[in-house]
């Protein structure tokens, strides 16, 4: 049985979703740069540029400057509001099938990473992280390890497939 639950975990691993433009070849773009406008003086930001730096390459794009770029790299933090409820029963106070009811509320965010053409700002790639970014009470290296691997499973969708 356990073996079982372990197998299903693993193939219902993190995989982020993520779209892009079906007219494009990603084939032709090779150099990438973060965009100028992206905030990498936070510490969040700092840690997103980090992990996005150490990680392009592997994607089989070269880390340039903005203006030989053919790629600018992008996020930002999506606010989501996720309720809490309680799971239905088949044997409730209120007869064979008890309502899943609301508890509660819980803001998160989510990361959200794109590549755009620099220049236009046409979005070309995207993709939004499923679980919730790091809150606050994850701090120094464990916040750095745990936005690292949400870029990691964020860009293992890029190039896409076609």
């Known amino acids: ?6 197998l299903v975990l693993l193939l219902s691993g993190c995989t982020a979703p ?29 840690r997103i ?12 794009l070269t880390l ?8 600018w790299l992008n996020y930002r933090l999506d606010e989501n509001v996720r309720l809490l ?6 044997f409730g106070r209120s007869g064979f099938w008890d309502e899943e009811r609301v508890y ?9 990473l794109w590549l755009e053409q620099p220049g236009s700002g046409r979005v070309l790639w995207k993709s939004r992280h499923p679980n919730a970014f ?9 916040r750095s390890n745990k936005i690292s691997q949400q870029v990691e499973e964020l860009l293992e ?3 896409p497939k076609p």
């Open 1 to 6: 049985m356990l073996r079982i639950l372990a």
């Open 18 to 46: 993520y779209d892009y433009a079906e007219d494009t070849d990603f084939r032709r773009f090779d150099t990438v740069a973060l965009a100028p406008e992206m905030d990498t003086s936070s510490l969040d930001g700092a």
């Open 49 to 60: 540029a980090d992990a996005v730096r150490t990680l392009l390459p592997t994607r089989g």
């Open 64 to 71: 340039t400057g903005p203006k030989q770029a053919s790629l």
């Open 85 to 90: 409820t309680t799971m239905p029963s088949m």
């Open 104 to 112: 509660g509320a819980r803001r998160e965010q989510h990361l959200v």
């Open 134 to 142: 790091p809150g606050e009470r994850v701090r120094g290296a464990a």
């Open 157 to 159: 969708n890029y190039p």
